[in-house]
């Protein structure tokens, strides 16, 4: 299929690579989208968005890029700090009076909390439950001394972070991102999306046994206990379903296209959803070193991975959106296909030479190339 969108006469090369993305993709399709200098500079689309290749990809298709969302979650709650409703360094309990583990706020924002990993088996239908949810986080002791390390809660984050939310402001994350986030800023990402939202979700693909074998492999038995309880998440059958996509499950199931989350990075580094001084605190380092879920070096800000002069998060699959400060840049790619970082590097670096700036370094593995 032809490559549809735009790019500015100087980034010609991007459409081209996006091009051969395109033609790469075994699946379902992609969009990237980059702003540069606080212009659009690129907006491509392209493939198909059904597994039946019965709809194109649009300009207006969703999908689904993983961890790519907790950043979202996270901004709700900035916001809420910024108004001195919620204080990064005051105990969980005081809005959330039955968490049982002894975390600040700050904790849960830059996943020290250590509540990764369910003990008690818990059905895919509880993700569909955010009060079921939240209760069975809510009595979870965690995998550490909250503070002492960090680790990913890759399926987790978004309910601890949006019952902060919910508990503070009393809407829950799906609506205060949208009345407050991406609504005021007109940006096409969402938590829970309505029956005309899902007419125009692409299909994720790929997500077979053994892609999902191949992930694990290597992984700490942290990792494995962390994404699979409940069961469901890398399941092709549930992650397409329609009440998959209706639920709130903020730490992966946002949906949107990838100049909303171009956007909102371009937003973020532009004073548009939080002050200079939130956004500060929040891309800086709140703690370093191996990521005792991932296995990984990594650096956690609140709510971002950090990496050098980049912020932002990468999402299973092979999906990622961010801010390079030092390049002037933001980026968003979203995928139908699961696969690795290897296609959005590849887009970043072509980016990168028509800015004039040297490629990324290469196997520096980070934070912002999650894979949850």
Known sequence: MEVSGQVDTRFGPVRECFAEVIRGQAGTGAAFAAFCDGRLAADLWGGWADQERTRPWEEG???????????????????????????????????????????TVRHILSHQAGVVALDEPAPTETFYDWDRMCALLAGQPPAWEPGTAHGESALFYGHLVGELVRRVDGRGPGRFLRDEVCGPAGLDFAFGLSPSEQART???????????????????VLYQRAIANPPGAQDGEVVNSAAWRAAEIPAVNGHGTARAVAGFYQALATGGLLSRGMLAEAVTPQCAGPDLVFGEKNAWGLGFGIDDD???????????????????????????????????????????????LPPLPEDTPSATDSTA
């Open 202 to 220: 692409a299909d994720l693909t790929g997500l077979d046994a053994a892609w999902r074998a191949a992930g694990v492999a290597g992984r700490p």
């Open 310 to 356: 980049s912020y932002g998060m990468g999402g299973l699959g092979g999906n990622y959106g961010g801010v390079c400060t030092g390049g002037g840049y933001s980026v968003g790619f979203v995928t139908g296909s699961v696969g690795s970082f290897d296609r959005v590097d590849a887009l970043e670096n072509v980016l990168r030479d028509c800015l004039g």
């Open 61 to 103: 298709s969703l999908v689904q890029p993983y961890s790519v969302s907790k950043p979202f979650a996270a901004v709700c709650a900035l916001r809420l700090v910024e108004a001195g409703r919620l204080n990064l360094d005051a105990p969980v309990q005081r809005y959330w009076p039955e968490f049982r583990a002894q975390a």
